[in-house]
């Protein structure tokens, strides 16, 4: 069972900068797939950031440039670095992660993961951040 749990949201202004935090249990990072999704108030979830086992990104349109995703697999953290944050990005955010299948072979974890990208199986409390204008 793997258990994740995000900090590090916040209220700041227009163009300012926060770094999320996503602290993983229960396996580690290795063979996980990782993602980080936002809900913005009366909007569908939406993914944002992406990373996979070969340390590969994929960002969405609306933050590319401008978020980063990253892990530290010795602390077993995923985190999500915004800068030049926009009010558009006020959104609850979440870290969430899926497990491919014990006996996949570790070479086909990527496209598994890639594959599974909208459909994620493990996820966190969730954190809010909120910009202002």
């Known amino acids: 069972q793997v258990q994740l749990v995000e900090s590090g949201g916040g209220s700041v202004q227009s163009g300012g900068s926060l770094r999320l935090s996503c602290g993983a249990s229960g396996y580690t990072y290795s063979r996980l797939c990782m993602g980080w999704f936002r809900q913005p108030p009366d909007n569908e979830r939406e993914g944002i950031a992406w990373?996979?086992?070969?340390?590969?990104?994929t960002y969405a349109d609306s933050v590319k440039g401008r978020f980063t995703i990253s892990l530290d697999n010795a602390k077993n953290t995923l985190y999500l670095q915004m800068n030049s944050l926009k009010p558009e990005d006020t959104a609850m955010y979440y870290c969430?992660?899926?497990?491919?299948?014990?006996?996949?072979?570790?070479?086909?974890?990527?496209?598994?993961?890639?594959?599974?990208?909208?459909?994620?199986?493990?996820w966190g409390q969730g954190t809010q951040v909120t910009v202002s204008s």
């Open positions: 990373i996979y086992s070969d340390g590969s990104t």
């Open positions: 969430a992660a899926n497990l491919p299948p014990a006996g996949l072979p570790d070479f086909l974890v990527k496209s598994w993961c890639q594959r599974k990208r909208a459909d994620f199986g493990y």
